[in-house]
C-alpha cells in the first residue's frame, strides 16, 4: 500500500492518500486497502479514530480515471467501490479528514462519512458529476442535500460549483478551517481527544448522531448501478480520458 501508507500513532492510525502523477487518484486495489484499514481500526480495541491526509496542497481528485476506463470489467468495479463504500457507511470508529487543497469527486463525498473535517484556507470542494458524464456516488445523493440544501447540492453536482474551505465550513461539510501549518496539529490532536474520551459514551453518542446506516447503504447501491450505467457509454469515456490527463497535470512528480 505504498501510495496509502498507514501509520498507527498513539491511539489512532493514520492514513496518507500519497498521490503522485504516477497515481493521482484512487484505484481499484486502493479502495479495498483502505476499506481493510477502517476494518482493522473498528476491531481492534486500541485504536480510537483514523485519519485521512493528502499530500501538501492536494487532499483527493477523486478516483484514477485512467485506471478505469476500459481496464477492469466494470460489475467488477462496482463490487470494490462498493466495498469501500460500506465500509465507510459501517465504520464504528470516528474517521477525521484533513484536508489540504482540492478535495474532488470522491475526495468530496466521501467527507459526508466523516466525523471532523479540518481545512485549510487553501482547501476547495467540487463534485461536478454532471461534467464528467456521471452521477453522484458514496451516498452523496442523499447526504449532501441533507448537508447543504437541494439547491447548493444540485449546484455542486449539476452545474460545476465549488466551495472555499470558508463556505464549506459554514454549509456544515468541514468542522473548522485552520492555518496550513496548524492542520495536522489540530487533526491529532482532535483524535487524542477521542482517544481519551469514554469508548462507551463515545461510541454510543456517535451511532445517536448518525444517519441510518441501511438507508445509506440501499442509497449507495442505487448510485453506483446509475454510475456503472453511465461509465459505459462512450461519451462518458471520452469525457473522462480528458479529465485523466488533467489530474495528472495537477500533480507533480
Not at 484505484?27 to 499530500?55: E, K, L, W
Amino acid at each position: 500500500m505504498d501510495h496509502f501508507v498507514l501509520e498507527r500513532v498513539d491511539c489512532f492510525q493514520c492514513i496518507t492518500m500519497n498521490w503522485s502523477q504516477a497515481r493521482p487518484g484512487f484505484q481499484p486495489d486502493s479502495f479495498d486497502a483502505v476499506a481493510t484499514a477502517i476494518r482493522s481500526a473498528d476491531s481492534n480495541p486500541d485504536v480510537a479514530c483514523t485519519i485521512f491526509f493528502g499530500v501538501p496542497r492536494c487532499f483527493c481528485l477523486g478516483t484514477d480515471v485512467a485506471a478505469f476506463i476500459g481496464q477492469y470489467p466494470l460489475d467488477s468495479l462496482s463490487a470494490v467501490v462498493g466495498r469501500f463504500f460500506a465500509s465507510l457507511i459501517a465504520a464504528r470508529k470516528p474517521l477525521i479528514a484533513a484536508v489540504d487543497g482540492p478535495a474532488v469527486g470522491l475526495g468530496m463525498t466521501m467527507l459526508g462519512h466523516f466525523d471532523v473535517v479540518f481545512a485549510t484556507p487553501a482547501s476547495v470542494f467540487k463534485a461536478p458529476f454532471v461534467d464528467w458524464g456521471l452521477s453522484p456516488e458514496a451516498a452523496s445523493s442523499l447526504l449532501l442535500p441533507e448537508t447543504v440544501g437541494y439547491r447548493k447540492a444540485f449546484e455542486l453536482f449539476c452545474l460545476g460549483g465549488e466551495l472555499t474551505a470558508e463556505e464549506a465550513a459554514r454549509l456544515g461539510i468541514v468542522t473548522r478551517v485552520v492555518a496550513h501549518e496548524d492542520l495536522e496539529v489540530a487533526a491529532t490532536d482532535a483524535a487524542r481527544r477521542l482517544g481519551r474520551a469514554p469508548k462507551r459514551a463515545l461510541a454510543t453518542t456517535r451511532e445517536l448522531l448518525r444517519r441510518d446506516r441501511n438507508k445509506l447503504g440501499k442509497r449507495a447501491a442505487t448510485e453506483i448501478a446509475a454510475f456503472q450505467e453511465l461509465l459505459a457509454e462512450q461519451q462518458t469515456q471520452k469525457r473522462l480520458r480528458v479529465m485523466a490527463r488533467a489530474t495528472r497535470m495537477a500533480l507533480t512528480a
